[in-house]
């Protein structure tokens, strides 16, 4: 007969009740803790059923509000106004008097305007937002300047001109720095605008008052700006000689 091993061999039944002793001195293991609704458990690194994972500040969202100077690509009728605006510029004639570039420029801008000041207005509002913008190139830009100083020559020695003269100048201006379009023509043209129709508005205020020291001023800023090209330094440089000249000061 095969001799008993194991337990029974160490003692029969007494071995038995030595080894189920030895079973329940062992440690035992709590049952691992669910975590409560609403919260999270303590060590568990994540979240409740339910909850939403913290996953920290958003994305940036690049849209269009991200990148203002982004273009938006024009649509076929804002190409067809371009083209239909390039296309007066080019078709701009020459002109010799004020009163000649008043009805040029009305005749362009489609005014139908009789008197100095509703045409003042109507010219120099189309030359200044739509007609300089429009050029092509430095023969139709100056062209356009062209007419705008005889047109300043022409009214600015009325106060109620000048000032209606003035605050157009001021207005595109104010314009051109909300709309932040610091391209090298666009401050070429500026500059020009500065020179040629401030500096001709200057001329016509009486010499050495606060107006024309103000003009007088700004034009002397512009020309000291690093980004002034040698086109509008000249251009300035043309203006404040008479200006300087009148300064008592």
Not at 128 to 146: I, M, Q
Not at 196 to 201: A, H, R
């Amino acid at each position: 007969r095969t001799p008993a091993v194991g337990s029974w061999a160490k003692g029969g039944p007494q071995g038995l009740a030595a080894t189920a002793t030895s079973l329940q001195s062992q440690p035992k293991f709590a049952p691992v803790q669910r975590p409560k609704a609403g919260g999270v458990a303590a060590g568990a690194g994540r979240p409740a059923l339910g909850l939403k994972r913290d996953l920290g500040p958003s994305a940036p969202v690049f849209d269009a509000e991200a990148f203002p100077e982004a273009e938006r690509p024009k649509t076929a009728a804002e190409k067809a106004e371009e083209a239909a605006r390039a296309k007066a510029a080019r078709g701009f004639p020459e002109v010799s008097s004020c009163q000649e570039a008043l009805t040029a420029l009305c005749d362009t801008a489609g005014a139908s305007e009789s008197t100095d000041a509703g045409r003042l207005v109507a010219g120099l509002t189309w030359l200044l937002n739509s007609g300089l913008s429009a050029a092509s190139g430095p023969e139709d830009r100056d062209r356009l300047l062209r007419a705008g100083v005889l047109v300043v020559e022409g009214l600015a020695s009325e106060e109620k001109h000048a000032a209606k003269i003035q605050e157009l100048l001021e207005g595109y201006f104010a314009e051109q720095q909300q709309k932040g379009k610091n391209t090298p023509q666009m401050l070429e043209t500026n500059g020009l605008v500065d020179a040629c129709l401030f500096g001709s508005l200057a001329k016509q205020l009486e010499a050495a008052s606060a107006k024309q020291a103000a003009i007088r001023l700004r034009l002397i800023r512009r020309l000291q700006k690093p980004t002034t090209g040698p086109v509008v330094q000249k251009a300035l440089a043309d203006a404040l000689v008479p200006l300087l000249a009148a300064d008592t000061d």
